[in-house]
């Protein structure tokens, strides 16, 4: 573009902008109120990851800020309230409809109920002041319930008129009260609170499998006034599946059948399973390396167990038939070793991988052509046709996955740090691996962005099943340079099949061990475009195991590794339930939580399932919004605004 193009450009946008600010006036109260913003507190980031489908575990830690609603209750009570009274009011805040109920069944006089009433609403009042007190008048408005606005922004602002603030507020509230509004109030009220207490969320990956209710978790997060979301591998392989890659398909079957949660794929997403249930029930039997895991509050009837341990096995055939021909046709993804249907020796029932000759135990290769063994039968053929053909046209799958798209990245840099949920595949020298795509080379940050290229062209191409892109997102789930695998090779065959552990064993990428070192972190900071003094890595993926006394933040605070384990079935190996992080104005606090009691526990007794903070850092000075992604945003507009002033108005 020539520099006279960019000139007549940028006129245009300025005639354009010249539109909406019309005066010289509104163009400055503009820049003021820019400017102003700048200098206001950040807002507090929360992160979280390895959410696998625990909606109830997340709910909590979302409604209750990681502990930060508590942090702010007390601030303001801790001396006119006991710790009692503090869980009483932390409830409420967190689950308002329930709590409201248990609460309004204790009063025995209407008169006691209305006095709770008046001074339950002030304090809340009270909370959302001190919450809001860093940021603007007009982002308060935008978390206020919108039946409510104009009364609370009274009461907010306008309480002491009279200097005789009782009897305002009274006033106000009994009349909210004789209306009848004042539950709605105060769950409005609740809501706002939580919002204000996190001004936005990042999901540093795998929203999907092992846990029962990802599709609510979804719906959670498309609800949520401000998230961004980083892919883990198993969100990919549900991209996968619903952008045509039949092999993807098979893995969600397999893991939901694993777990029993196929009732996701029935229920939650309305696919219709009929077609596999009726392959299953034909080709297989019982086999207890195919029983499904049991949750602790379902319990399985025989006949149930036997049926899923049928699914179960007809769909990782499906699986293992439908890696070889991509490993085939894909050279350069290094996978020959894993072509294990052909390795097998099905007379002597024996296996040869990676040099090693296995017994197999628990086999079910009722549909196996031993002259091809990956030739799916026609039967199979069929049932994952029809299942592709149904995951794509689920409604609610395509919201979610769309909205996965719309929201997620394979990674993303945020206010100076980098968050990704695997890794960035290096060798064991710390230099980033290199992988062929499509005739070229690429490593580290370039590697990342081809990958992400080609998840996004296989999406908005659903109708390709076996192009490159398509292939490349099995590729991510599981290849040995994928940034969300994190590993050399998976072994899910083995762990089916053979018994030696030894064959069990999914040796990771070196950066897991490197990244304990603060020189290779800071490279990789240096490697995305990011100031290694000020940036830090966050990132998902591999559970901390805190029970072997490993920390959560390594190399001085340049890695931090926030996956503790909300799945259930990975806690026994952490020893809690997780991690979140915040990263408010003041610095950075990573919080344990231990496991996960139920809602009711926390309504009757207001335990909180908290744990300890730790401090990451402290910032030596308070991080203002101008120091932040937002910041440099808001600096681009003013300048605009600026260059508007003197276009237009300023001689
Ligand atoms: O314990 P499961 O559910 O069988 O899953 C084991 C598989 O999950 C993986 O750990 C990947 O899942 P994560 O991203 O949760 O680690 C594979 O490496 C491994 O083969
Ligand atoms: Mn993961």
Not at 261 to 276: F, H, K, S, T, V
Not at 435 to 463: A, V
Not at 472 to 483: F, P, V
Not at 545 to 567: L, Q, R, T
Request: glycine content about 6%; charged content about 30%; overall charge negative.
């Amino acid at each position: 573009m020539t520099q006279y193009d960019n000139q007549n450009l940028k006129e245009k946008y300025l005639n354009l902008l010249a539109e909406k600010f019309d005066e010289e006036e509104k163009v400055a109260t503009e820049i003021i109120n820019l400017q102003s913003i700048l200098d206001l507190p950040k807002g507090t980031e929360h992160f979280v990851s390895d959410l696998h489908g625990e909606y109830h575990a997340f709910q909590h830690v979302l409604r209750n800020g990681s502990g930060n609603v508590r942090a702010k209750i007390h601030d303001i009570f801790k001396d006119t309230h006991s710790e009692e009274q503090i869980s009483e009011l932390a409830a409420l805040v967190y689950y308002p409809e329930e709590k409201l109920k248990l609460i309004k069944n204790q009063f025995e006089t209407k008169a006691d109920l209305n006095d709770w009433y008046i001074e339950t609403i002030q304090q809340m009042i009270h909370l959302i002041s001190y919450a809001s007190s860093k940021y603007t008048r007009s982002k308060l408005r935008k978390a206020l319930p919108k039946q409510f606005v104009y009364i609370i922004e009274e009461l907010l602002y306008k309480s002491n008129v009279y200097n005789n603030k009782t009897t305002y507020y009274e006033t106000i509230v009994q009349k909210i009260n004789s209306l009848g509004q004042s539950d709605k109030l105060i769950t409005g009220l609740a809501y706002t609170i939580q919002q204000l207490v996190v001004d936005h969320l990042h999901v540093v990956g795998d929203i999907y499998d092992r846990g029962p209710e990802p599709d609510k978790i979804m719906e959670t997060l498309i609800n949520y006034h401000s998230v961004d979301i980083q892919w883990g591998n198993h969100d990919v392989l549900w991209i996968g599946a619903y952008a045509g890659s039949k092999v993807c398909l098979a893995n969600i079957l397999r893991i939901c059948a694993r777990y029993d949660n196929l009732d996701i794929i029935e229920d939650a997403y309305g696919i219709n399973l009929r077609p596999l249930v009726n392959l299953a029930e034909k080709y297989y039997g019982d086999n207890p390396a195919f029983y499904p895991k049991q949750h602790a509050e379902k319990k399985l009837s025989e006949d149930e167990k036997l049926q899923i341990t049928k699914i179960h096995q007809a769909i990782a055939i499906i699986q293992f038939k439908l890696e070889s021909p991509i490993i085939k046709r894909r050279p350069s993804f290094d996978m020959e070793e894993r072509l294990v249907l052909e390795k097998v020796d099905y007379d002597k029932q024996e296996i040869t991988v990676y040099g090693h000759t296995y017994p197999l135990e628990n086999t079910c290769f009722e549909t196996i052509n031993r002259a091809n063994p990956a030739e799916l039968i026609e039967e199979e053929e069929e049932v994952i046709n029809k299942l592709l053909l149904s995951v794509q046209e689920s409604e609610k799958l395509k919201r979610h996955m769309n909205f996965l798209m719309k929201k997620g990245d394979l990674y993303l840099k945020y206010n100076g740090n980098l968050l990704i949920h695997g890794c960035i595949p290096v060798d064991e020298h710390g230099n980033m691996e290199e992988m062929e795509i499509d005739g070229k080379m690429y490593n580290g940050r370039e590697l990342l962005d081809q990958f992400e290229y080609h998840i996004r062209e296989s999406f908005s191409h659903k109708n390709e099943t076996d192009d490159l892109s398509t292939d490349l997102i099995w590729y991510l789930w599981t290849g040995k340079y994928s940034s969300l695998f994190g590993k050399r090779a998976m072994t899910t065959f083995e762990r089916y099949f053979i018994k030696d552990k030894a064959s069990h064993k999914e040796e990771k990428n070196p950066y897991y061990y490197l990244r304990e070192d603060s020189e290779m972190c800071r490279k990789m900071l240096e490697e995305f475009n990011l100031d290694p003094e000020q940036g830090r890595i966050i990132n998902g993926h591999t559970p901390v195991k805190e029970i072997d006394g490993e920390n959560p933040i390594k190399a001085n605070g340049k890695m931090i590794v926030i996956d503790g384990g909300f799945s259930k079935a990975y806690q026994s190996t952490t020893g809690i339930a997780g991690y979140t992080l915040l990263y408010n104005s003041f610095g950075m606090q990573l919080v344990a939580h231990k496991h996960f009691g139920t809602k009711e526990n926390v309504l009757l007794n207001g335990a909180d399932e908290l744990s300890v903070r730790r401090v990451v850092d402290e910032e030596l000075e308070r991080k203002k919004v101008r120091d932040t992604n937002i910041g440099a945003k808001l600096q681009e507009e003013i300048n605009m605004l600026q260059e508007l002033m003197s276009y237009r108005y300023i001689d």
